[in-house]
């Protein structure tokens, strides 16, 4: 079946633009996080969705940063007035709804959105 | 407040040789997954450990977790070039989300 996917792949954006960032999920799947990952570190934890409910901001990084999930599949990441340290690869994952056997809750992850502002 | 340590941080190998990756985490945990990303690609599930002592192995490496020693280790058996990539463990926090240790990049040279 399809994985996750993610649009667009590649963003350029002038420093003061706003950008929005979108992650289709496997479907079925309830939990969807979402990471930046900038240049050679591992990837951070930006939020988490359970359904349409954000139950975890903690991990973005100013006020200019918005995710939503309205009806519980596609989610969106927005970035306004984006700056030059909001460039990374911005990873989208999903999960199973419940937990594997033996306590698992493996992420799947999207190819993941480049974002370079200039 | 978890972290997550990996060593060493680049990796540079000899086809056919062994080598092992540390992955060292700060509080109590009992799952833990290793991905494996190709440059400009996403993350590619390799393993998932949930319990003390769990040992997987694919082809040329294996995974094993050591909760009490709050370890995981990744060892690669016979080096081959395919092999070529960034490794990460990430640590499951025990609630939903995953703190990922900075990934060990590897180069096997022919």
């Known amino acids: 079946g399809a994985g996750v996917s993610q649009s667009p792949r590649y963003k350029v954006a002038k420093r003061g633009q706003d950008v929005a960032l979108r992650c289709d999920p496997i479907s079925g799947h309830v939990s969807l996080f979402w990471y930046q990952q900038a240049l050679g570190q591992g990837p951070e934890f930006l939020t988490y969705f359970q359904n349409e409910a954000q139950l975890d901001k903690s991990g973005l990084p100013s006020d200019r940063f918005f995710a939503e999930r309205p009806e519980g599949s596609v989610s969106t990441l927005k970035i306004q007035r984006t700056q030059q340290e909001d460039s990374a690869v911005y990873l989208c994952?999903?999960?199973?709804?419940?937990?594997?056997?033996?306590?698992?809750?493996?992420?799947?992850f999207g190819p993941g959105t480049r974002l370079t502002v200039l | 407040e978890l972290k997550v340590e990996q060593n060493p941080l680049f990796l540079s190998m000899q086809e056919g040789k062994n080598y092992t990756i540390y992955c060292n985490y700060s509080?109590?945990?009992?799952?833990l997954y290793w991905y494996r990303q190709d440059p400009g690609k996403s993350l590619e599930s390799l393993f998932v450990?949930?319990?003390?002592?769990a040992v997987k192995q694919e082809g040329r490496l294996m995974a094993s977790l050591d909760t009490k020693a709050r370890l995981s280790t990744l060892h690669i058996t016979a080096a081959v070039h395919d092999l070529s990539a960034t490794y990460f463990c990430a640590v499951d926090s025990g609630t939903y989300k995953y703190i990922f240790g900075t990934g060990t990049r590897l180069k096997v040279l022919a």
């Open positions: 509080t109590t945990s009992d799952r």
């Open positions: 994952a999903s999960s199973f709804p419940r937990r594997l056997a033996g306590g698992g809750n493996e992420q799947f």
């Open positions: 450990l949930l319990s003390n002592g």
